[in-house]
């Protein structure tokens, strides 16, 4: 049974930094393309970012380039979301997602995490 178990959301003021974590277990991921999206209160989920489980390759949305980075740890199985300068546009629950493409897991991911929820303060 495939899992993938977010950690790390919390509460932080605007400007601040969290970085979340993302353990995936259940099958083997190489050659899967891991990713984050994010669903704020009364709005469609959206892609976030995305790497490829080799770490290569990473892509993220105009709306947070420059301010969030993703990285992939394959000893641990383990995604990171580093989320810096965060604004209270951020504020969301954020899910972890794994997909056989970088098409697939930017549009209809394979697998979804439970989701962890980031609240950005004024």
């Known amino acids: 049974q495939v899992q993938l178990v977010e950690s790390g959301g919390g509460l932080v003021q605007a400007g601040g930094s969290l970085r979340l974590s993302c353990t995936a277990s259940?099958?083997?991921?190489?050659?899967?393309?891991m990713g984050w999206f994010r669903q704020a209160p009364g709005k469609e989920r959206e892609f976030v970012a995305r790497?490829?489980?080799?770490?290569?390759?990473?892509g993220y949305a105009d709306s947070v380039k420059g301010r969030f980075t993703t990285s992939i740890d394959n000893a641990k199985n383990t995604v990171y979301l580093q989320m810096n300068n965060l604004k209270p546009a951020d504020t969301a629950v954020y899910y972890c997602v794994a997909g056989t493409s970088s098409i697939v897991v930017a549009t209809t991911p394979n697998y979804w995490g439970q989701g962890t929820q980031v609240t950005v303060s004024s």
């Open positions: 790497v490829t489980w080799s770490g290569a390759n990473a």
């Open positions: 259940g099958r083997t991921f190489s050659g899967y393309v």
